[in-house]
């Protein structure tokens, strides 16, 4: 149990499909990271939110979009996707910067696309 | 291109073995952390290492962080079935925010 937990664990959609992952940590941390990680790839960082605001967009399709309502809690919101999005979703949260740089991760969303 | 270079990818090893996974880069980092991840479960840290030519031991295993910071390696001693997961080395640098950097991994299995 490493404080950030991700719902749902599973998850099959279609392509046409309207579907959100929820991440939420326990830690007081104020960064909050989305990362796809897939068979054939290292982790792939999505997104990344500091104090509510994304910081970073790591060129991702508009199909994955993220929210972050506050520093507690993260949706990845996910419409239209294809095929090749299939892959574990990985939510992460860590300290401000400077607190040890470690990142705190969930047990990620299995996201299969039919 | 990889900007942290993990080998080897694979590794199938029986019981009792020793075992060095090496992650390099031509970078510096600030901080290196080793994380392993069971399937089905996220990346869970190892440890972080800070200082040039630090050495951290946690029971079997025994981390060391490259002088000029740019490297690292994970000594497992009397390899365990349990220490079976994919193992993952991730930098951080001072001019990249709270950002990580991964490698490719590890992906280690230990046979009884």
């Known amino acids: 149990e490493t404080g950030v937990t991700q719902t749902p664990r599973h998850l099959v959609m279609g392509m046409t499909n309207k579907k959100s992952l929820k991440c939420e940590q326990h830690?007081?941390?104020?960064?909050m990271y989305w990362y796809k990680q897939s068979a054939k790839k290292p982790l792939e960082l999505m997104f990344v939110?500091?104090?509510?605001?994304?910081?970073e967009n790591n060129s991702v399709p508009s199909r994955f979009s993220p929210e972050c309502p506050n520093s507690s809690h993260l949706f990845l919101h996910l419409h239209t996707l294809q095929p090749e999005d299939s892959a574990l979703y990985l939510c992460?949260?860590?300290?401000?910067?400077?607190?040890?740089?470690?990142?705190?991760f969930g047990p990620g969303t299995r996201l299969t696309v039919l | 291109t990889q900007l942290l270079e993990q080998s080897p990818q694979f590794l199938s090893i029986q019981e009792g073995e020793n075992l060095t996974v090496y992650c390099n880069s031509s970078?510096?980092?600030?901080?290196l952390q080793w994380y392993r991840q069971e399937p089905g479960e996220g990346p869970v840290l190892l440890v972080t290492?800070?200082?040039?030519?630090e050495v951290k031991k946690l029971k079997r295993l025994t981390f060391q962080f490259g002088d000029a910071r740019k490297d690292s390696s994970l000594h497992i001693t009397a390899a365990q079935p349990g220490d079976t997961g994919l193992y993952l080395c991730?930098?951080?640098?001072?001019?990249?925010?709270?950002?990580?950097?991964f490698g490719g991994g590890t992906r280690l299995m230990v046979k009884p």
């Open positions: 992460a949260s860590s300290p401000p910067r400077g607190a040890g740089d470690t990142q705190y």
């Open positions: 830690l007081g941390h104020n960064a």
């Open positions: 939110y500091n104090f509510k605001e994304q910081t």
């Open positions: 970078s510096v980092f600030s901080s």
């Open positions: 290492v800070v200082t040039g030519g």
């Open positions: 991730a930098g951080a640098k001072n001019n990249a925010g709270n950002m990580l950097t």
